[in-house]
């Protein structure tokens, strides 16, 4: 099992691993989805392994200029929780 915060194992290693298993979507798929839906520019993803589960943590600028945070589930691309925030 892989831990995000295992010794040599940073997030890119870990998605990469993932990916390569064919454990979750990649994040192309997760950003077109998420940039269609939210309509927003997305400004930095974070990849995690929380409790078992693979998270895309992704914030995004919308057009009206707030920030919205996005939980993304890595395996099946569900939103899992957003939060936003005015500019």
Same mark, same amino acid.
């Given at each position: ?20 298993? $064919? ?7 997760? #950003?077109? =989805?998420?940039? +269609?839906?939210?309509?927003?520019? %997305?400004?930095? @993803? ?5 409790? $078992? ?7 995004? #600028?919308? =057009?009206?200029? +707030?920030?919205?945070?996005?939980? %993304?589930?890595? @395996? ?12």
């Amino acid at each position: 099992m892989l831990h995000a915060r295992e010794p040599g194992h940073d997030d890119h290693e870990l998605a990469r691993q993932a990916l390569e298993r $064919g454990q979750v979507l990649p994040l192309r798929t997760v #950003l077109e =989805r998420v940039e +269609r839906e939210y309509q927003g520019q %997305v400004l930095k @993803v974070e990849f995690e392994h929380d409790d $078992g589960h693979f998270i895309y943590e992704i914030r995004l #600028l919308q =057009r009206d200029d +707030r920030m919205v945070k996005l939980k %993304v589930d890595a @395996v099946d691309g569900r939103v899992l929780q957003v939060k936003r925030k005015e500019h």
